[in-house]
């Protein structure tokens, strides 16, 4: 029953060329960036990504991105990252945005065991009638074009709509970060870096959790626990370090005029 493992080295020694994975974080609010590194360091190429977005330029997926590892994004927005949208409108990179909602809850349905569910959003735009690009050809043309999807009419405390079909997301492998776990595998997120953390362990084959601080079973209240061990798999203790390392997307820095 104890998952750690000695490094983010060791534990993602086994992601292959090609792999799917499900990525936690928010911005760069939560990343799992010492697994990102680790991942970088070992070379392999060809992913696909199912994350909120690509971390920036230099820091988080985007580094990834930046050595040309990626081959496919699944996310809600572009962000910060001017080379993930570079070799989208290039034709290097195929991406399937998807809203926001919805991306949480088809990664929450492919930790469920749900194949697909019906959700309003997105009904009446090509989110649902398909075209929107998802890979461009050199000469600018859409050489990847989203699917139709199917819409059905439910009636929902009275109110008649139509909705549309969208399917869960499964990955081979997820990477999360966590403020606390034991050695079971439970965690226990920061405030606002739980984000996409939990999904994203949910929707992974394996799952891998880098910590901030590791407790022995028993010691993490069953309250405080806010994704349960049987969706991790691997364990990896952050040094102070990389503990300390958590860099601002975008820095506002107020120039104390502002109540003058």
């Known amino acids: 029953m104890d998952k750690t493992y000695p490094s983010a080295r060791e534990a993602v020694a086994d992601i292959p060329n090609g792999a799917s994975l499900a990525v936690g974080g928010f911005g760069l609010c939560?990343?799992?960036?010492?697994?990102i590194t680790a991942l970088r360091e070992r070379g392999i190429g060809d992913l696909e990504l199912i994350s909120n977005n690509c971390g920036v330029d230099d820091w988080g997926l985007g580094v990834l991105l930046?050595?040309?590892r990626v081959r496919r994004v699944v996310a809600s927005y572009v962000g910060e990252n001017r080379e993930f949208a570079r070799q989208y409108l290039a034709g290097e990179l195929e991406v399937e945005l998807t809203p926001q909602g919805t991306l949480a809850e088809r990664l929450r349905a492919g930790g469920s065991g749900i194949p697909a569910f019906y959700t309003a959003t997105g009904v009446g735009t090509q989110v649902a009638e398909g075209g929107l690009p998802w890979k461009y050809a050199d000469d600018g043309t859409v050489a990847i074009a989203s699917p139709t999807k199917p819409t059905a009419e439910f009636t929902?405390?009275?109110?008649a709509g139509q909705y549309v079909l969208e399917q869960a997301l499964a990955t081979d492998?997820?990477?999360?970060?966590?403020?606390?776990?034991?050695?079971?595998?439970?965690?226990?997120?920061?405030s606002a870096a739980r984000n996409f953390n939990p999904l994203c362990a949910m929707a992974g084959k394996i799952t891998i959790a880098e910590v901030e601080e590791l407790v022995e079973p028993?010691?993490?209240?069953?309250?405080?626990?806010h994704l349960p061990g049987v969706y991790v798999h691997r364990v990896v203790v952050l040094s102070p370090v990389?503990?300390?390392e958590k860099?601002?997307?975008?820095?506002?820095?107020?120039?104390g005029t502002e109540a003058n």
């Not at 929902?156 to 109110?159: F, K, S």
């Not at 028993?218 to 626990?225: A, F, S, V």
């Open 242 to 244: 990389e503990t300390a």
């Open 30 to 35: 939560g990343i799992p960036a010492a697994l």
């Open 247 to 255: 860099r601002i997307e975008k820095r506002t820095i107020s120039t």
């Open 66 to 68: 930046a050595d040309r």
């Open 218 to 225: 028993g010691e993490l209240d069953p309250d405080e626990i």
């Open 173 to 190: 492998y997820a990477l999360v970060r966590a403020a606390k776990a034991d050695r079971h595998g439970n965690l226990k997120f920061h």
């Open 156 to 159: 929902i405390n009275g109110r």
